[in-house]
Structure formats: structure tokens, C-alpha cells
């Protein structure tokens, strides 16, 4: 890779050792890759996934019914943003449908219903990695609960497919023909088809979801929620179903469901911060000209002379502490003496080092996992950048450059 290329940086990385060489004696000055992360602020996560929704209320399931009378599927969609670590605000959808029957000898105590879902919903939720657990947990468990608005259509299953109405019978079966001592021999046993058809009753309700999760992080931006809620309608009791005198008692369901979640960052291989070159005591016009050549790569041989030329007459201007050969050599090798010097040291002494404990941010740099961030991988995350292959933005590799010198 040309010299030109590794100025922008090579300028960073060299002032980064002189404020570190000075640091024994200053305060050290604010960390301008902070303020980008506080400027730009997190990021939203999106969700989308299937479930189950299981009914609760006054007609519920008895044991001559099958399961599939009484769980249907719902479809999920969400979007939150964690304004702190461990606190999150998240805005759902759901499309879905809820049903139940009830079977009786009584024969007007026969009741079946399927119902259209369409809700939306705000919660907050309660995460415990960034509260209990380290932030990048890899199974983290959250609570949450919040308020949701639920407009619905019922229907039930009252005709067959040739739209004669069912007849229940005391002796629990289903014929095509009332109860009638006359017509005991002529009456047909028939089955439901569970296609409902007959419009019972629409309307919505307000409600309450309480619910439980865990989070599973399969990369640093996906990860598997699997989470339960019990959904608490505040609807006249025995409304929802539309069937009348059917009881009081409050309606409720439970929706089980998993959802894949994609994490948005702020990662960017062609953005360039200019906003970091003026905290510099150099020529920050100069700067970011070279990174605007570099990314277009349209420099020639005697521009890139010309630029060296003047990066190292302004970068020696400014840190007289360097000979001209030191500056010329480390912009050749920003991996030479000046970094392996630090890397020998750090090596040598009794740190330990764990990538568990390395900033997540830091953690693309860090080839071999060993929790330690070397001058060589400082070369290679540079070098991805000017690439474009790399996942860490050009204040990434700024803060990385700091953290070089503090671990």
C-alpha cells in the first residue's frame, strides 16, 4: 500500500504517542471519537418473527376439542431503540387471529369463534445485559410491558360447506337435523369443517401485555429473541367473544412467539469523519484532501511525493521532538520501532490481557482473540479501511489508536 495512503492516519497515530508522551504532565485531552458516538447516538434494532396465541376468556377449550380449535398463528414486526444500555422503547405489530370452541350435551352451550387480530403496541422493556450482565451477553433475559390497541372481526363455524347449520344434540353429536324424536332414525351425524363463516361481532380493546424474554446473540448485529406475554383485555367481559351470556369473566390470551433482530450500527467503510481533524495542531485542510484522494485513489506518483513532502515538513513544524527520519520512517512503517517498542514492553510485562473485556468496538481489530491490540493489527485494521472491506469507521480506528496506548 503507497505512503500516501497511511498520512491521514499515520498523522493520528504520530500525534496520538506525542499527547501520550505528554500525558504524565497534562490532563488528558477529550477523546474526539467520544463525542462522534455521543453526536450520532445508538441505533435502532428491527424484528420481525412468528408465534402462537393461545385465547383465554369466558368460552374456553373443554376436553372433547382438539388444540387446534384454540391456538392460532401470529406474525410480529417490531422496531426498538435503547436510549440507555439497559432500557429500551419499542414500538410492535402484530397480525394474527385468536380462536376457541366449547362442546356441551347442553345444546345451547355449544360455542366456537375465530377471530381477525390486528394490534399495535408500545413497551418498554427492562434488559438485563447493560444492567446485571455485560452488555455483549450472549443469552441475556428482559421483562417488559406496556400498552397495546387491538381492533378485531369474529366468526364462527355455524354452517356446513352446502350452508346448512349445524344442530347440536344432547348426546354431544353434530347432525344435519334438529333433535326431534321423529327424527332420530333420518338425522346424519355430521363434522365441523372449521371454516368461519357467519359474522359475529367486531370492534377493539385496549390492553396490557406483561411478558418475559431472552435474548441469544448470534453476531454482533443479529440475534434470536424468544419471549412470551399474557395480554390482559380491558373489554367488557364476555363482549369479545359475541355470543351473549356467555360469562364475566376477563378476557386474556397468551402470545408465545420468537423473532430474529437485526442491530443497526453506525459502521461505514466510505464515511470520513472531518469533524476529528480539528482537535490537530497540523494542517487539517491538508488532511482531509489526502483521505479524499486516498478514497478515490486517483493520486499520482508526483502528487503522492508532493504530499509526503508537505505531511512531513507540517507534521515536523508541529512536533519538533521527532527527526525527519523518524517521521519519514514511521509514516513507511506505522508498525515500526515507535509501536513495536510499546508492543515489546506490553508483552513482556505482567498484564493479562482477555478479549472479553476489549471494547466491542475493538474487538473486528483483534485478529487472534487475545484481548491484546498490537501495531500489527493497527496496520491491518488501517489497511481494511482503505480498502473498504472494514467494519470500523475512521473514528473506530482513531479511539483504537488512544486504546493502544492505555491498555
Known amino acids: 500500500m503507497s505512503n500516501a495512503r497511511f498520512l491521514p492516519i499515520a498523522i493520528l497515530t504520530a500525534l496520538s504517542i506525542n499527547g501520550f508522551a505528554q500525558s504524565s504532565t497534562t490532563a488528558p485531552a477529550q477523546n474526539p471519537a467520544a463525542d462522534t458516538a455521543k453526536k450520532t447516538g445508538p441505533l435502532p434494532s428491527v424484528m420481525g418473527g412468528i408465534g402462537v396465541l393461545y385465547f383465554n376468556g369466558n368460552i374456553n ?113 353434530i347432525r344435519n337435523e334438529p333433535q326431534n324424536a321423529q327424527d332420530v332414525i333420518t338425522a346424519k351425524i355430521v363434522q365441523r369443517d372449521y371454516t368461519y363463516e357467519t359474522f359475529l361481532n367486531s370492534g377493539s380493546s385496549i390492553n396490557i401485555p406483561i411478558g418475559i424474554g431472552a435474548k441469544f446473540r448470534i453476531t454482533e448485529n443479529i440475534a434470536m429473541n424468544v419471549q412470551a406475554a399474557n395480554y390482559y383485555l380491558f373489554s367488557n ?15 386474556s390470551y397468551l402470545y408465545a412467539f420468537a423473532t430474529l433482530e437485526y442491530h443497526f450500527t453506525h459502521h461505514s467503510s466510505t464515511y470520513v469523519d472531518e469533524s476529528r481533524y480539528t482537535a490537530f495542531t497540523g494542517d487539517p485542510t491538508f488532511i482531509q484532501d489526502t483521505v479524499k484522494h486516498n478514497t478515490s485513489s486517483d493520486m499520482s506518483a508526483a502528487d503522492e511525493a508532493a504530499a509526503n513532502e508537505k505531511a512531513t515538513k507540517n507534521f515536523l513544524d508541529t512536533n519538533n521532538s521527532l527527526s525527519r527520519q523518524e517521521a519519514e520512517e514511521f509514516w513507511a512503517h506505522p508498525n515500526g520501532k515507535q509501536l513495536t517498542t510499546i508492543d515489546k514492553k506490553n508483552e513482556s510485562g505482567a498484564k493479562k490481557y482477555d478479549y472479553n473485556k476489549l471494547p466491542p468496538r475493538f474487538r473486528p481489530a483483534d485478529k487472534n482473540k487475545d484481548g491484546y491490540i498490537s501495531s500489527t493489527e493497527i496496520t ?28
Not at 133 to 138: C, W
Not at 381 to 401: H, K, P, Q, R, Y
Request: hydrophobic letters at 35%; glycine letters at 8%.
Open 61 to 173: 377449550r373443554t376436553s372433547s376439542v382438539t388444540p387446534f380449535s384454540t391456538v392460532r398463528a401470529g406474525y410480529s414486526f417490531a422496531i426498538e431503540e435503547r436510549p440507555v444500555s439497559f432500557l429500551g422503547i419499542q414500538l410492535d405489530g402484530m397480525i394474527g387471529k385468536l380462536a376457541t370452541s366449547k362442546r356441551s350435551n347442553n345444546p345451547d352451550s355449544n360455542f366456537n369463534f375465530q377471530m381477525n387480530v390486528f394490534q399495535g403496541e408500545l413497551t418498554i422493556n427492562l434488559h438485563f445485559d447493560g444492567l446485571i450482565l455485560k452488555k455483549d451477553a450472549v443469552i441475556a433475559p428482559f421483562i417488559y410491558t406496556g400498552i397495546s390497541y387491538m381492533s378485531y372481526s369474529n366468526y364462527a363455524d355455524q354452517k356446513d360447506a352446502n350452508g346448512n347449520p349445524y344442530y347440536y344434540w344432547t348426546d354431544g353429536s
Open 380 to 407: 491491518q485494521a488501517i489497511d481494511e479501511f482503505f480498502d473498504g472491506t472494514s467494519v470500523m469507521t475512521i473514528a473506530d480506528i482513531n479511539a483504537l489508536i488512544d486504546y493502544f496506548f492505555d491498555q
Open 237 to 251: 367481559p364476555g363482549s369479545l367473544e359475541g355470543y351473549k351470556n356467555v360469562g364475566t369473566k376477563s378476557d
